[in-house]
């Protein structure tokens, strides 16, 4: 049957379309497995190809680095600054540093002024909630208060550097605002893009999708030139009907 010779077209479409949508995948681990610092021979990729060098490799990486303080100490004398880092949890607080050993901290504004805006680093899915970090502003802080989308969504001690917001669904500007007993610093946002886990899903039911329609289509164009023969066919034989 002729519909038999063709029903594989389809699925070569279908199978086709499933790579296209899948091709991303195995191609990122390839890049991913590749180890930065030795010579590597990787299915298909020349050794050269693609290998960065390690300082590359954590380029954009995250760098902490504490924020240098003012070089200013009240006598004019030369103390180190203290070991204080602001985006670092449960620190004993700078001033009672620099009370016990005279390091220095950074600039401390007074308490009656409202804190500086503290920095806002991450805003990520860790697999079960949105998770954001930040750092302190050089400021007296009371509490850190984080908005989503303008309102207030949690509180946050002033020792604590990152917490947990349970899940946003839609894309929306997360804020980190530091607070203290003379007010609020301004907001330090990102926006948050929730993370969509049904890529692979879709693809495969737009693929699935894709591939039933070519089915159809296909059939559509059989059965119309099976009857179209088979008009022909009639027609033929009425004309020989006819002549005889
Ligand atoms: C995500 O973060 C929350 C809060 O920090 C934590 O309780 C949870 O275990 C984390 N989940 C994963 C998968 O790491």
Same mark, same amino acid.
């Given at each position: 049957?002729?519909?038999?010779?063709?029903?594989?077209?389809?699925?070569?479409?279908?199978?086709?379309?499933?790579?296209?949508?899948?091709?991303?995948?195995?191609?990122?681990?390839?890049?991913?497995?590749?180890?930065?610092?030795?010579?590597?021979?990787?299915?298909?990729?020349?050794?050269?190809?693609?290998?960065?060098?390690?300082?590359?490799?954590?380029?954009?990486?995250?760098?902490?680095? &504490?924020?240098? $303080?003012?070089?200013?100490? @009240?006598?004019?004398?030369? %103390?180190? +600054?203290?070991?204080?880092?602001?985006? !670092? /949890?449960?620190?004993?607080?700078?001033?009672?540093?620099?009370?016990?050993?005279?390091?220095?901290? &950074?600039?401390? $504004?007074?308490?009656?002024? @409202?804190?500086?805006?503290? %920095?806002? +680093?991450?805003?990520?899915?860790?697999? !079960? /909630?949105?998770?954001?970090?930040?750092?302190?502003?050089?400021?007296?802080?009371?509490?850190?208060?984080?908005?989503?989308?303008?309102?207030?969504?949690?509180?946050?001690?002033?020792?604590? +550097?990152?917490?947990?917001?349970?899940?946003?669904?839609?894309?929306?500007?997360?804020?980190?605002?530091?607070?203290?007993?003379?007010?609020?610093?301004?907001?330090?946002?990102?926006?948050?893009?929730?993370?969509?886990?049904?890529?692979?899903?879709?693809?495969?039911?737009?693929?699935?999708?894709?591939?039933?329609?070519?089915?159809?289509?296909?059939?559509?164009?059989?059965?119309?030139?099976?009857?179209?023969?088979?008009?022909?066919?009639?027609?033929?034989?009425?004309?020989?009907?006819?002549?005889?």
């Amino acid at each position: 049957m002729a519909a038999m010779r063709d029903l594989p077209f389809p699925f070569v479409l279908i199978c086709l379309v499933f790579i296209r949508g899948y091709c991303p995948l195995p191609t990122t681990s390839q890049v991913t497995e590749m180890n930065p610092t030795g010579p590597v021979r990787s299915r298909g990729v020349s050794p050269e190809a693609h290998v960065l060098p390690p300082e590359d490799y954590y380029e954009g990486e995250e760098t902490t680095t &504490p924020i240098v $303080p003012d070089r200013r100490s @009240p006598d004019g004398g030369t %103390s180190e +600054r203290c070991d204080y880092n602001p985006c !670092s /949890e449960n620190q004993t607080p700078c001033a009672e540093l620099a009370a016990a050993t005279n390091c220095l901290c &950074p600039g401390l $504004p007074s308490h009656d002024d @409202p804190p500086e805006t503290p %920095s806002l +680093r991450s805003v990520s899915w860790n697999g !079960s /909630e949105v998770v954001l970090h930040w750092c302190a502003p050089n400021s007296h802080v009371t509490e850190y208060v984080v908005t989503v989308g303008g309102q207030d969504r949690k509180t946050f001690g002033k020792e604590q +550097r990152s917490g947990a917001l349970g899940d946003i669904n839609n894309i929306a500007e997360v804020c980190v605002v530091a607070v203290n007993d003379a007010g609020n610093s301004d907001g330090s946002c990102m926006m948050y893009r929730p993370v969509d886990n049904s890529l692979p899903l879709k693809a495969g039911l737009i693929g699935g999708a894709l591939g039933f329609l070519l089915l159809l289509l296909l059939a559509v164009l059989l059965w119309r030139r099976k009857r179209q023969r088979k008009q022909e066919a009639s027609i033929s034989m009425h004309n020989t009907a006819g002549t005889q």
